[in-house]
């Protein structure tokens, strides 16, 4: 079965600076990745996602992933952290190869101090 | 409208009340979903539709009851509900492949008293 470990529930980081958000996976199917990003009070936004081809994903707001096999993993990751990037992020991976539906992990709480 | 919008954003009911959730998708998209988020809890799919056909039901009390009548709308009917169901309900809309992101709307923060 699919799994996604988050091991970080919580990571506090000072303004412009670097952070990496981990994930590892489990999967038996043709691996395909999510991060996706909630703001507070609003739904969850997807940040960026890895099919196929280069390892290093780059994503909305600065983010960018890379795609590890021999380690699964794929974790986030940004040099310099705003205020704004305050939020709850999810790794994801589709839960088998059928249709379309997600195994999310548990999230990493990003906060970024001033 | 864009994206996904949910109604109502917040709702409080009490535990004999009947209400419903709101969920329409302005996007084209073939699949939608139900989830609950809970804090300390992984976000749980609840219900899946796929061309407007339940295609899963995760084991739901059936005090939540789902309802698609076209591929834009998704309706969650609540009745009898718990104290424990208070959480976030997030509603979501796919073209569906695995290689599809899930797009969300904003949720419905729904209390039980």
């Known amino acids: 079965a699919q799994s996604v470990t988050q091991l970080d529930s919580q990571v506090p980081v000072f303004e412009e600076a670097p952070v990496e958000l981990r994930c590892n996976y489990s999967s038996s199917v043709s691996v395909y990745l999510f991060w996706y990003v909630q703001y507070p009070n609003q739904g969850l936004q997807l940040l960026l996602k890895y099919l196929s081809g280069s390892t290093l994903v780059k994503g909305i707001n600065g983010f960018e992933a890379e795609f590890n096999k021999s380690q699964t993993s794929f974790h986030l990751r940004k040099p310099s952290v705003h205020i704004s990037d305050t939020a709850e992020y999810f790794c994801?991976?589709?839960?088998?190869?059928?249709?379309?539906?997600?195994?999310f992990g548990p999230g990493t709480r990003l906060s970024v101090l001033p | 409208e864009t994206g996904v919008t949910q109604t109502p954003r917040h709702l409080v009911m009490g535990m004999t009340n009947k209400k419903s959730l709101k969920c329409e998708q302005h996007?084209?998209?073939?699949?939608m979903y139900w989830y609950k988020q809970s804090a300390k809890k992984p976000l749980e799919l609840m219900f899946v539709?796929?061309?407007?056909?339940?295609?899963e039901n995760n084991s739901v009390p059936s005090r939540f009851s789902p309802e698609c009548p076209n591929s834009s709308h998704l309706f969650l009917h609540l009745h009898t509900l718990q104290p424990e169901d208070s959480a976030l309900y997030l509603c979501?809309?796919?073209?569906?492949?695995?290689?599809?992101?899930?797009?969300f709307g904003p949720g419905t923060r729904l209390t039980v008293t």
């Open positions: 979501a809309s796919s073209q569906e492949s695995r290689s599809n992101e899930q797009y």
């Open positions: 994801a991976v589709p839960r088998d190869n059928y249709g379309q539906n997600f195994v």
């Open positions: 539709y796929s061309l407007e056909e339940r295609v």
């Open positions: 996007l084209g998209h073939n699949a």
